[in-house]
């Protein structure tokens, strides 16, 4: 099925269509990928990460075939400049415990696996019982002590599970905790106003 509506907040006339008709290709999860067919381009193919899906404009004359063809290469060209740029999970375990040494010295544990996770409703999460760590994969371009301050969050709940007074009493203690705060509500506002066509949001629904 295809789904067809005109994206009037991408500044050009456009169609947004279900990923590759509900088809899943190697290695790309379902929901992931957003394809526009720009009735403007003419030859040119672009890509670029918006949240946590790619979305890949593509003229809206091209074939469905030459679609199929493309667009694993366009995914993979994406995937290759974020692992270029991207700490690796080894880079956050490193990371969490430099955290912990110099601003919670009193927090000894240590989470037994850090991840990066597809998470569009999180920023972060820890389960205190087996201590493994998830991070949402948005943080993968976001400056250092913005993934600093979800790492510290996210490490003080191995020893503190709620955000009462002594959780609150810890994350103080990170140096830019105000500006920090600062970046992911405006993420999260540009990515809300980024989606708002009402048809894009029940697309992406969809896709989960
Ligand atoms: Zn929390």
Not at 35 to 58: D, L
Not at 158 to 170: A, R, S, V, W
Not at 173 to 182: D, H, K, S, V
Request: charge should be neutral; hydrophobic fraction near 40%.
């Amino acid at each position: 099925m295809t789904y067809y509506f005109s994206m009037s907040s991408y500044g050009e006339s456009a169609f947004v269509e279900q990923t590759l008709d509900g088809e899943t290709l190697p290695g790309i999860s379902e929901g992931e990928i957003i394809v526009i067919r720009s009735t403007r381009r003419k030859k040119n193919i672009s890509a670029y990460r918006q949240g946590g899906r790619i979305v890949v404009s593509i003229p809206a004359r091209m074939s469905k075939a030459d679609e199929r063809a493309m667009i694993p290469e366009m995914v993979a060209k994406i995937r290759a400049q974020e692992a270029a740029a991207t700490m690796s999970e080894e880079g956050l375990a490193t990371r969490v415990d430099q955290l912990l040494t110099e601003l919670a010295p009193e927090i000894v544990l240590r989470p037994s696996t850090i991840t990066w996770r597809a998470m569009r409703e999180r920023w972060g999460s820890c389960t205190s019982t087996d201590r493994t760590i998830r991070i949402s994969d948005r943080l993968k371009g976001a400056p250092e002590y913005v993934l600093d301050y979800v790492l510290f969050h996210e490490a003080i709940h191995l020893q503190f599970f709620d955000h009462g007074p002594e959780f609150k009493g810890l994350l103080a203690r990170f140096p830019l905790e105000a500006q920090a705060e600062a970046y992911l509500s405006g993420y999260e506002a540009a990515e809300n106003a980024l989606t708002a066509p009402e048809a894009l949001k029940k697309l992406l629904n969809k896709g989960g």
